[in-house]
């Protein structure tokens, strides 16, 4: 348990609560390697011990200052999120930092190996594709993640490869990181200077302030892009050429779009084509790897009009995924033994509310329970 140069930082914190049990005791917290940082504070590696003797962990642990609004939001949607797409919230706890005396929130989260950046990179590095049923097999755990959080009308604000962590020997994927997120209310607006900018979806550009949580579904989009050729599909060097980039691929964006998202924008349209063909034939070309299923999926989600981009439930019921219905094995990175798929279709109560007759189009035909008259 050290960070390469023997060093653990070690110390007590008072108030550590179970998110499970919400019970709250002292702890002794001890970090031995860092993962992360941005602005939004560091993500540590550590372990967690009530005596000494039983260790708890690794977790990933998040440092934020403490008390601004912003911050605690992210606690209260971790508290709630409970679904095998959603990275859990195990312990949370505040704690006086001795280097500058500021109070810093820390939330003790699962820990996966790697980001989905991470295993994008080493495939593209070595010039080599995302095997498609790693493709399928992660786009659509993201999509039942945004399933459930959108059920909530929490948006996550910020989907990005290095948001989404993954296991690449067991193929399972968890959201992570919801420092953007944010539940949304109808008619209330909210900053439309949010996501990464390659990720941001177009009317966020525009600077539409009363957006939904289809800015995640563009993301999403962009997300299966970059698995399919290694590398962001969008790449605006400023905010507004962003939209430039984008209109290479999808056209220039409706004059009524612009409109509905932002009756004040003032800003370049492009809409002088800077392109041939039609935008079938761009997507094929940009996307030169993928088959019709997969082109058809992008270009359903990589639409201008939020209402027209497809619902997470649209999205898992897509024919892109039968391979994951039909099949129950995948080969993991490097390995020549194949691997039973992760759960997929272990839908919880409030899951199956949600996809509602969808649920006959997204499980496969032997998980799909037998109406009564086939019972009798």
Request: a positive charge; charged letters at 25%.
């Amino acid at each position: 348990m050290s960070n390469g140069s023997g060093k653990c930082d070690e110390f007590v914190a008072d108030d550590v609560t179970s998110n499970r049990s919400n019970n709250t005791r002292r702890m002794l917290i001890k970090e031995y390697r860092k993962i992360g940082h941005g602005a939004f504070g560091t993500v540590v590696q550590a372990f967690i011990t009530p005596d000494r003797e039983k260790w708890y962990g690794p977790f990933a642990i998040k440092k934020v200052p403490a008390q601004t609004e912003y911050k605690s939001r992210e606690l209260q949607i971790l508290r709630i999120a409970d679904h095998p797409n959603v990275v859990r919230l195990e312990y949370f706890f505040t704690h006086l930092s001795p280097q500058d005396g500021k109070v810093y929130q820390h939330l003790a989260m699962e820990c996966l190996p790697e980001t989905l950046q991470i295993e994008i990179s080493r495939y593209a590095t070595n010039k080599l594709e995302l095997p498609m049923k790693h493709v399928k097999l992660y786009s659509y755990q993201i999509a039942r993640g945004m399933l459930y959080l959108h059920a909530f009308g929490i948006c996550h604000r910020d989907i990005k490869p290095s948001n989404i962590l993954v296991d690449p020997t067991t193929g399972v994927l968890k959201i992570c990181d919801f420092g953007s997120a944010k539940k949304l209310e109808q008619s209330q607006p909210s900053i439309s200077y949010i996501c990464s900018r390659f990720y941001r979806a177009p009317e966020l550009i525009v600077g539409c302030t009363q957006y939904t949580t289809q800015i995640d579904i563009w993301g999403l989009g962009c997300v299966i892009g970059e698995m399919l050729i290694g590398k962001a599909v969008f790449q605006g060097q400023e905010p507004l050429l962003q939209l430039r980039e984008i209109a290479k691929l999808l056209g220039p964006p409706d004059k009524k779009f612009v409109f509905f998202a932002n009756p004040s924008y003032d800003g370049p349209l492009f809409s002088k084509p800077l392109f041939s063909g039609s935008r079938q034939q761009r997507f094929e070309k940009h996307f030169s790897h993928a088959g019709p299923d997969e082109i058809d999926l992008l270009m359903n989600v990589l639409v201008y009009e939020p209402q027209m981009r497809l619902s997470p439930r649209r999205i898992m019921a897509h024919r892109f995924f039968d391979d994951l219905r039909n099949e129950e094995y995948f080969f993991p990175r490097g390995q020549t033994e194949p691997v039973r798929l992760p759960n997929l279709f272990d839908f919880s109560e409030f899951e199956l509310q949600v996809l509602g007759e969808f649920v006959d189009k997204i499980r496969p035909n032997k998980d799909k329970q037998p109406s009564e008259t086939e019972a009798k």
